[in-house]
């Protein structure tokens, strides 16, 4: 077990060695980025391909293709029938997956230990022969898949629809993040063959990923198989890509109504906030805490526990690469004004924006956060994937030190500076989602 | 069988007729067409549960790993779950779940939530059918502090009446949230036509609207004083623990609390009952999908057959490559998932075939489902499908133990259904497990035989929750009988 990750004094007790991901990394020719964690506990092999390619990186009229493309990687490739790479990594005890966002796309292959040569033998397949066996019935039967994910996930979810207006409404038509990631159903139709060559060849080189192998592995080995399998493959040229300059900010607020087959009205709160690894993240993370999450939280406390006009409380800061968000959501009791819920939000905004936490509410939410981080860690795959994280987007795979010893050096008046600075009634978008009819998207 | 997927089966290691992408040749590998065989199968032994008593009858497991500094656990606590709902009373062991953390041992339900925070723990009291479970994840520094804390919850809940008339308020809002949420309606209703809508196992355990307000605070504390009686509870604990010092913790915390009047956990009294239809609807105007949930009762788990139904359930609707998933999306298009699960339980459980489907092939999709379930009945599973099945249930065994929470987990369910603790460890008999040994040992008629005994599609019941309008006139067609129909909180509409 070579995963060093010890816990600090930050909750009792002396301080121990500073906790850290082991892994072992190595670049091929072609740019290819590549880490291994070492960990034998179960005789398991996880691999994340990390491709810096997401829906901000989409253009006109084809929202959603970066996610459609993702689906796309499933359907087979020069060696590999549709469906084999799927077979073969269950009857290995293991599953294929993965998952998209405005900033990335990240592949996740799952089997036992022994079948890592099986594994890197599938991906290069589909990295370098993806297009040999593409067809239109493919790109047509996961456009359907695709469309269906979006009802079940959207248009047939109560509030299903409330993340593509606030993206709509936080962020400037020509901002990367002013769709989402599932896309609108117009674009979706209108993806075409050649789109998905043209994407593949532009993203989908070795030196736009990072590859993570971890589990129950030898690095030399890996980096013999990785060699045999990858470093053959071109470097291509680094992907153009849309850039996208930092919006005017939001100077007065934008009220949004809208209506759903729901029972309840439910508030929308949301800010635009500093981008992923950026200095006020830690503070905002840990305001998110204080205001939202969880029964010990601020709005919990008010809105449901004393006065009983809500059903449910979150807050949550998501840091991305172009910038992040900060949301707060707060589901209605039957009867009750939504105006007068998003009026008692602001009262406990501007409380924290006047007066700064006292040190042991910025303790409870700091530990609280601590050991969520430190439990998700337990998994070999999020390890995996944090790492490839750090290296992205942090530009230094040794953070995890630095970002835990960021997160626990928050104090109540940065908390308060942070809810000043960021969460102000005139910068925010206020979306109040009441029953009614579902209403229709708008493009 | 379909043709496109023995067609699929029979492709599997052969390579498709395109030209060779000339970019391969560079890559010094000689043969692209085979995948590379898998080194020697690695060896896997379950990690070690140490059983000890305590002194009030709690049993403890106790299963160390010290490879990071924290701990999770369940209490479990048998015959607390949703089949223990008095009638008339749906709803009444979660709602007494859920006061156990809303105020105990001197703490209001605001301080519990403020402690555990403080902890760096995080505490969870849940219901299933058969049982009550407080779980728990903490840090192995603040473990001491938390077990303390969970000893409070379990031992001493305050079920005081303002706080009780909150969480009441909370649950009625949900109730009245439930027309929001489909699939648990559709299950409702599928449970209740299974099992009988007001039965242990057919009445929802979240309860019904109608039944919440017969029910007090008082029903909760005599709830919890007949079913919450330590000397049937089992503690899991896994993480870095040291054995010897938590049994000395406990045995002046929990080990040190006693009942009176308690009562032993029994099987509850869950049988099949007859729908009121084969085929249930719920008409949810302008849905996008039809949730769909088809099913029946299946075995409980101490049926012999329990390997093979897995393996059958395997192949049906378990992982992508299953039946289900390569037909409804990889082949139609016609939904994002749909899989097949079963409630293994102390009586016989619920076996559920769940997808969402487009709305205009809802029929279509009900209709292969069938057609699949059929198929399963009337031919034997081709030997490349029934491996990869086989392989897959044995192989992805080690993943259950992949972090301390699935590991108790693992360790809950087998007590649960009265499986010895090392049920997956090699012993004398079965060198690599006696688990694994039984799926090795089923066969293509073994999963023929699950269809056709356990599972034959005319007794399978349908469930639909979607726009009638626009898929009834094509369920009509499919000679499923008159359609019994339901609200859209799942309760029965009068003819």
Not at chain 1, 313 to 330: K, Q
Request: charged share 25%; proline share 7%; hydrophobic share 40%.
């Amino acid at each position: 077990m070579l995963l060093a990750l010890v816990v600090v004094a930050a909750i009792t007790g002396p301080a121990a060695a500073e906790p850290q991901i082991d892994y072992t990394r190595f670049q091929l020719d072609n740019g290819l980025d590549v880490f291994v964690i070492e960990d034998h506990e179960a005789p398991i092999v996880y691999e994340v391909l990390w491709f810096r390619v997401g829906s901000k990186d989409e253009v006109t009229n084809r929202t959603g293709f970066a996610h459609l493309f993702e689906h796309l990687m499933f359907k087979g490739s020069s060696h590999l029938p549709d469906g084999l790479m799927d077979r073969l990594l269950e009857a290995a005890g293991g599953w294929s997956n993965a998952f998209t966002s405005s900033d990335m796309t990240v592949y996740q292959n799952v089997a036992a230990s022994n079948f890592l040569e099986q594994m890197l033998w599938m991906e290069s397949d589909r990295l370098v022969g993806l297009l040999d066996t593409f067809d239109q019935a493919k790109l047509d039967n996961q456009r359907d898949v695709v469309l269906n994910e979006r009802r079940q996930s959207y248009e047939n979810q109560p509030y299903g629809l409330a993340s593509l207006l606030l993206q709509q409404n936080l962020w400037p038509r020509d901002h990367g993040y002013h769709w989402t990631t599932i896309g609108l159903v117009a674009d979706l139709k209108a993806a075409a063959v050649p789109d998905v060559a043209a994407f593949f060849t532009r993203y989908y080189v070795p030196n736009n990923a990072t590859l993570v192998i971890a589990g129950d592995v030898k690095p030399d080995e890996v980096k013999r198989l990785v060699t045999k399998y990858f470093a053959w493959i071109p470097k291509a040229q680094e992907p153009a890509r849309p850039r996208y300059k930092t919006p005017p900010p939001i100077t007065k607020e934008i009220v949004v109504d809208s209506t759903d087959d729901v029972k309840v009205p439910r508030v929308y709160l949301a800010w635009r906030a500093p981008a992923a690894f950026t200095a006020d993240e830690p503070a905002l993370d840990t305001l998110a805490a204080i205001l939202g999450d969880g029964k010990s939280s601020r709005l919990y406390k008010r809105l449901v526990y004393d006065e009983k006009i809500a059903q449910d409380v979150r807050a949550s800061f998501d840091g991305e690469t172009l910038a992040g968000t900060f949301d707060i959501v707060v589901t209605s009791k039957p009867g009750v004004d939504p105006k007068r819920l998003i009026k008692e939000i602001g009262e406990e905004i501007d409380k924290l924006a006047a007066t700064a936490p006292d040190s042991k509410e910025v303790e409870r939410a700091i530990n609280s956060r601590e050991a969520s981080f430190l439990n998700s860690l337990e998994r070999t795959l999020s390890r995996a994937i944090l790492l490839a994280r750090y290296d992205i987007q942090a530009n230094d795979p040794d953070y995890f030190a630095k970002d835990l010893a960021r997160r626990r050096a928050v104090t109540g008046p940065q908390v308060k500076a942070a809810a000043a600075m960021y969460l102000r009634q005139s910068a925010r978008v206020t979306l109040t989602i009441r029953p009614g009819k579902k209403s229709q998207e708008k493009p | 069988m379909t043709r496109a997927l023995s067609i699929l089966l029979v492709l599997c290691l052969a390579t498709p007729a395109v030209a060779e992408n000339p970019l391969f040749g560079k890559s010094g590998i000689s043969d692209w067409t085979k995948p590379p065989p898998p080194t020697r199968e690695p060896t896997f032994r379950p990690p070690v549960a140490k059983r000890m008593k305590l002194a009030n009858g709690i049993a403890l497991l106790v299963i160390e790993n010290h490879t990071l500094p924290i701990v999770s656990m369940t209490l479990y606590v048998p015959g607390a779950g949703a089949a223990s709902d008095p009638t008339g009373k749906g709803g009444l062991a979660a709602y007494t779940a859920d006061l156990l953390d809303e105020g105990a041992g001197g703490l209001s339900a605001i301080a519990i939530a403020e402690e555990q925070d403080r902890l760096g723990a995080s505490i969870g009291v849940g219901i299933d059918t058969d049982s009550a479970q407080v779980s728990a994840s903490t840090l192995s520094k603040t473990l001491d502090a938390t077990l303390a804390l969970v000893t409070k919850l379990v031992k001493q809940p305050a079920f005081a009446d303002e706080e009780a008339e909150r969480v009441k308020g909370d649950r009625r809002t949900s109730l009245e949230q439930r027309r929001d949420r489909p699939r648990e309606v559709a299950t409702i209703v599928l449970n209740g036509a299974l099992f009988g809508p007001r039965s242990p196992y057919g009445h929802p355990g979240s309860g019904v609207r109608e039944e919440l307000e017969t029910i007090t605070v008082a029903d909760a504390r005599e709830f919890y004083r007949q079913r919450y009686n330590p000397a049937t509870m089992t503690l899991v604990v896994a993480g870095d623990v040291d054995p010897a010092a938590l049994r000395k913790q406990l045995d002046t915390g929990l080990g040190a609390w006693k009942v009176t009047g308690a009562r032993r956990a029994a099987k509850p009294d869950a049988k099949p009952a007859k729908p009121p239809a084969r085929l249930l609807l719920v008409d949810r105007k302008g849905a996008a999908q039809s949730d769909v949930r088809i099913g029946l009762v299946g075995p409980d788990r101490k049926d012999p057959r329990y390997f093979q139904f897995e393996v059958f359930r395997t192949v049906l609707g378990d992982g992508f490559t299953s039946r289900l998933m390569q037909r409804l999306r990889e082949q139609l298009g016609i939904t994002y998932g749909a899989s097949a699960v079963m409630s293994w339980r102390v009586a016989p459980g619920p076996f559920v075939i769940a997808t969402a489907i487009q709305t205009p092939s809802t029929a279509t999709g009900v209709q292969e489902i069938i057609r699949m379930v059929d198929e399963l009945a009337a031919t034997d599973v081709p030997a490349a499908e029934l491996d990869k099945a086989k392989l897959n249930m044995i192989r992805a065994l080690p993943a259950q133990f992949d972090t301390n929470a699935s590991t108790v987990a693992a360790y809950v369910d087998l007590v649960q259904h009265g499986l010895p603790d090392d049920y997956y460890a090699p012993r004398a008999a079965c060198p690599s497990g006696c688990y694994v040994a039984a799926v090795r040992r089923v066969t293509a008629k073994d999963v023929k035989a699950i269809g056709k005994q356990i599972v034959p599609s005319p007794r399978l019941v349908i469930s639909i929750v979607g726009d009638l309008e626009k898929i009834g006139p094509e369920l009509a067609k499919l000679s499923l009988g008159e359609p019994a129909m339901f609200d859209l909180y799942g309760m029965p509409l009068a003819k």
